[in-house]
């Protein structure tokens, strides 16, 4: 499947971005999805899981109450959004399609991934 996110930015600490992750080339209803982001010298980590339909989701404990993960199964269409974010959110953002059905934090679980967008929070 391939995978492009949006969305991506320069914003102040305490402010909101919304990313959102267009996919194709597969039937996005079918599987799990994911974001994941990686921050300059640091490996790639976990932000949030979403299963198949929408009804299951969850998120790691650094943006636990921040981000919210959803998804718009007619639109192919997965989003992040993000609120009250601090300077330690700064990273690159990376989508990622699972071949499961289920949220999944594990990275191995994810065949494909976008080419990530930008986030930067200005404290």
């Known amino acids: 499947v391939q995978l492009v996110e949006s969305g991506g930015g320069l914003v102040q600490a305490g402010g909101s971005l919304r990313l959102s992750c267009a996919a194709s080339?597969?039937?996005?209803?079918?599987?799990?999805m994911g974001w994941f982001r990686q921050a300059p010298g640091k490996e790639r980590e976990f932000v949030a899981s979403i299963n198949w339909s929408g009804a299951s989701a969850y998120t790691a404990d650094a943006v636990k109450g921040r981000f919210t993960i959803s998804r718009d199964n007619a639109k192919n269409t997965l989003y992040l959004q993000m609120n009250s974010l601090k300077s330690e959110d700064t990273a690159v953002y990376y989508c990622?399609?699972?071949?499961?059905?289920?949220?999944?934090?594990?990275?191995?679980?994810?065949?494909?991934w976008g080419q990530g967008t930008q986030v930067t929070v200005s404290s």
């Open positions: 990622a399609s699972a071949y499961i059905h289920t949220a999944t934090a594990e990275p191995s679980h994810y065949d494909d």
């Open positions: 080339g597969r039937t996005f209803s079918g599987y799990a």
